[in-house]
């Protein structure tokens, strides 16, 4: 089993930043990736960023890229999420995830555990 407690939400206004942390606890050593999805108000959940726990890939959505910054530290079994230049658009509740396996990591089905979400909202 793996625990993930995500933490760093909060309110900011329209062009400031937020950095999200997801600590993991539990079977880490089983981890090929974390990710970050969100969820705003009547919305479905979608992706935001992912990172191999290796280290060696990261992947954006087109409108966080250039602005999030997705990053992890292995001894502390933690994924942050620097999120800058923040727009009203980004508000939603965030949530970490793990994916155990290789593969795609666009996709919030393929993910095996959740943390319970921390909110984000962007102020114009």
């Known amino acids: 089993q793996v625990q993930l407690v995500e933490s760093g939400g909060g309110l900011v206004q329209a062009g400031g930043s937020l950095r999200l942390s997801c600590a993991a606890s539990?079977?880490?050593?089983?981890?090929?990736?974390m990710g970050w999805f969100r969820q705003a108000p009547g919305k479905e959940r979608e992706f935001v960023a992912a990172?191999?726990?290796?280290?060696?890939?990261?992947y954006y959505a087109d409108s966080v890229k250039g602005r999030f910054t997705i990053s992890r530290d292995t001894a502390k079994n933690t994924v942050y999420l620097q999120m800058n230049t923040l727009k009203p658009d980004d508000t939603a509740v965030y949530y970490c995830?793990?994916?155990?396996?290789?593969?795609?990591?666009?996709?919030?089905?393929?993910?095996?555990?959740w943390g319970q979400g921390t909110q984000v909202t962007v102020s114009s």
């Open positions: 995830a793990v994916r155990r396996t290789i593969g795609v990591l666009y996709f919030e089905k393929w993910y095996d555990y």
């Open positions: 990172i191999t726990w290796s280290g060696m890939s990261t």
């Open positions: 539990g079977r880490t050593f089983s981890f090929y990736a």
